[in-house]
């Protein structure tokens, strides 16, 4: 059992910075492939980045490439994602996730078996 808990959302003005973090309570972190989701209103939740279990591979969804990063510290148990140079677009609420642990990483968010509650961010023009 994996329990995900987001923080670091917020307002900022469009151009600017917010880094997300997700801690993870459970003794299997480092055994998942970790995900950020996003859903903004009246849209589907969408993909945003992975980072595989064990390993630095990194897949990003396009809108973001060159401005988010996500990475992870299986020390602490988390997850970050940093994200720069902020649209009005990327407005939503940013969801946590951890894959099943077969999963080395993923796109799809079938993928994923445990959810955080999510985080507001929110980038004003």
């Known amino acids: 059992q994996v329990q995900l808990a987001e923080a670091g959302g917020g307002l900022v003005q469009a151009g600017g910075s917010l880094r997300l973090s997700c801690a993870a309570a459970?003794?299997?972190?480092?055994?998942?492939?970790m995900g950020w989701f996003r859903q903004a209103p009246g849209k589907e939740r969408e993909f945003v980045a992975t980072?595989?279990?064990?390993?630095?591979?990194?897949y990003y969804v396009d809108s973001v490439k060159g401005r988010f990063t996500i990475s992870r510290d299986d020390a602490k148990n988390t997850v970050y994602l940093q994200m720069n140079s902020l649209k009005p677009e990327d407005t939503a609420i940013y969801y946590c996730?951890?894959?099943?642990?077969?999963?080395?990483?993923?796109?799809?968010?079938?993928?994923?078996?445990?959810w955080g509650q999510g985080t507001q961010v929110t980038v004003s023009s």
């Open positions: 996730a951890a894959a099943w642990v077969d999963i080395n990483y993923s796109v799809n968010r079938y993928d994923y078996k445990y």
């Open positions: 980072i595989a279990r064990s390993e630095d591979r990194t």
């Open positions: 459970g003794r299997t972190f480092s055994r998942h492939a």
